[in-house]
């Protein structure tokens, strides 16, 4: 069975500081989607990548970056020069093979990171 | 472009009533979920639909617990005799199947509490 796994439950920074919120999954599937998303103080999940397992280049959008190591089942988010705005949950996700062999269907999702951004 | 859309935001029923949640998907979107959120934890897959069709159901959806999709549009989430235990965030996705599988967009949830 698939499980997602964030080990840090909150981390506090200071704005400006870098982050790295850790991701661990497990998957019995050779072919997966990982994900990231952000849950702000409003509540609504709000997507920001999605990892296909065959493609282990990192990626950087802005401030965001992504380091996927399926060597060690990590998929780890970092938040450059932290803003206030970024605090959030954050939730990483993974997807397998539906039921029945369909396209990929239902997220598993690791128990969040709190990560609160001082000014 | 619309986003995901659920009806209601919050619901607060006694112990043993019925309730129903509403969830619009984005138009195109051929896929719907649902998801249980409680305090302090990531969401838990409920149940998904493609078009019509019910494909999966987790074991979290006891037999208290039905989900419809009659037109493959909307969605209905159902749970009767509530109980304590139920409160929590419903939670709806969509997304699309297609040439390329596209990732879920959530809507703002219905938060249920029960007296």
């Known amino acids: 069975a698939q499980k997602v796994t964030q080990a840090q439950t909150e981390i506090s920074v200071v704005e400006k500081e870098d982050v790295t919120l850790d991701c661990v999954y497990e998957t019995r599937d050779t072919t997966y989607y990982l994900f990231w998303y952000k849950q702000p103080p409003s509540g609504e999940l709000v997507f920001l990548i999605r990892?296909?397992?065959?493609?282990?280049q990192n990626e950087i959008s802005g401030r965001y970056s992504w380091n996927f190591q399926k060597s060690t089942s990590s998929f780890n988010f970092t938040i450059t020069a932290s803003q206030v705005v970024d605090s959030a949950v954050y939730f990483c996700a993974l997807s397998e093979k539906g039921a029945g062999g369909t396209s990929y269907g239902k997220l598993t999702f690791g128990q969040g990171t709190i990560l609160t951004v001082h000014p | 472009d619309t986003g995901v859309s659920q009806d209601p935001r919050h619901k607060i029923t006694k112990r043993g009533q019925n309730v129903t949640f509403r969830c619009d998907p984005i138009s195109e979107h051929n896929r719907l979920y649902w998801y249980r959120q409680t305090l302090g934890q990531g969401p838990e897959f409920l149940t998904y639909?493609?078009?019509?069709?019910?494909?999966?159901k987790s074991r979290l959806l006891s037999d208290r617990f039905s989900a419809e999709r009659p037109k493959g549009s909307f969605s209905t989430l159902e749970i009767q005799r509530t109980e304590q235990g139920d409160s929590a965030m419903y939670l709806c996705?969509?997304?699309?199947?297609?040439?390329?599988?596209?990732?879920?967009?959530f809507g703002d949830g219905t938060r249920l509490s029960i007296l």
């Open positions: 990892r296909n397992s065959f493609d282990e």
């Open positions: 996705a969509s997304s699309n199947v297609g040439q390329s599988n596209q990732p879920q967009h």
């Open positions: 639909f493609q078009n019509e069709a019910q494909l999966e």
